[in-house]
């Protein structure tokens, strides 16, 4: 049940008034139209029709605090104490209608474009991004643009609460198969989870599967720009994980795989690079077992790198 099921069967979002509602419409984008209503209970219900699709209807509840922000930014932006009027301007960005109700007052606005009003409706923006977002995350598996909307290092549209986004991309990259959709996914999921949260979610992930999945991850996961895109502290708390993966693939005789090969080598390298010298004894069995496969050679690579890191003068 979709979390606007869950508020329509409890009657919240249909029962209490309007607080905010705010249309758009016309501007050259593939959106083609967007409404937005924010009840005074927090219920938020979203609609929105990009072009060649079906209309999309979303909602969720926002909480005391979200309520209470947005109710700030209408008395920040003076809603009430505007003009009425604007100077038209020749642009491409659409129409907005803007109605506000607080208590007894309400009051609604039509406007292409009003600077004095941006930091409402960019707010509100948001709120129809959580709506497409999530939406394609969860019909599409579409990942970039949750990676986009998550990491603050991306610019692009950003969500109203990027925390909604956690379950759907769990879901998504447990059985995504396609490298890149699963390096967005696990991307966006690194600048989400706490530390912790995150290596439990790569362990779970690394723990299940054949091993052509585990190359897949493990491809992924070693792999540059991924861990360069990804909070610092998430990457280093990767290491022992991977370590431990290595020493798995190490213990066996057998040859190794030519996908397990590569994803092991690019391990290697990840390890070098950070020049984790707990690694070491690991990287000489996995030479010692391999050394004629790509992964036994980087890991001689890694090995030599961190040794060289370590006798290297210190400041």
């Not at 606007?4 to 083609?32: C, H, K, M, N, T």
């Not at 447990?174 to 600048?191: D, F, H, I, P, V």
């Not at 861990?227 to 693939?249: E, K, Q, S």
């Not at 004629?292 to 003068?313: C, F, L, M, T, V």
Request: glycine share 8%; net charge neutral; aromatic share 8%.
């Amino acid at each position: 049940m979709s979390v606007l099921q869950v508020a329509r069967a409890s009657g919240e979002v249909a029962a209490a008034a309007p607080l905010i509602e705010y249309s758009w419409g016309g501007g050259l984008s593939s959106i083609r139209t967007a409404n937005v209503c924010v009840r005074e209970n927090g219920g938020v219900t979203v609609k929105y029709l990009k072009q060649e699709q079906k209309p999309v209807e979303y909602g969720f509840v926002l909480d005391t605090d979200e309520i209470a922000a947005l109710t700030a930014l209408v008395r920040t932006v003076k809603f009430f104490d505007q003009s009425a009027e604007a100077a038209a301007i020749a642009t491409d960005v659409g129409i907005s209608s803007l109605t506000v109700t607080v208590g007894k007052s309400r009051r609604a606005l039509r406007f292409n474009s009003r600077q004095e009003f941006e930091p409402l409706t960019e707010a509100l923006w948001r709120l129809v991004q959580q709506a497409i977002v999530t939406t394609e995350l969860q019909e599409k598996g579409d990942t970039y643009q949750a990676m986009v909307a998550s990491s603050p290092r991306l610019a692009g549209a950003k969500v109203y609460r990027p925390q909604l986004l956690v379950a759907s991309l769990k879901r998504t990259v447990a059985s995504c198969q396609e490298r890149q959709k699963l390096e967005w996914g696990l991307t966006a999921l690194a600048w989400l989870l706490t530390e912790d949260q995150w290596l439990g979610v790569v362990s779970s992930l690394l723990a299940g599967g054949d091993d052509d999945r585990k190359a897949l991850l493990l491809g992924v996961l070693g792999s540059h720009p991924f861990y360069g895109n990804i909070p610092d502290t998430h990457a280093r708390i990767l290491l022992p994980a991977l370590t431990a993966m290595l020493d798995t693939f190490a213990e066996t005789q057998d040859r190794l795989p030519a996908k397990t090969d590569e994803a092991l080598g690019i391990v290697c390298q990840f390890l070098g690079a950070e020049k984790y010298d707990r690694c070491v004894p690991i990287l000489t069995k996995l030479r010692q077992v391999h050394g004629d496969s790509n992964a036994g050679r980087w890991a001689g690579w890694a090995i030599e790198s961190i040794n060289a890191y370590q006798r290297k003068p210190k400041p």
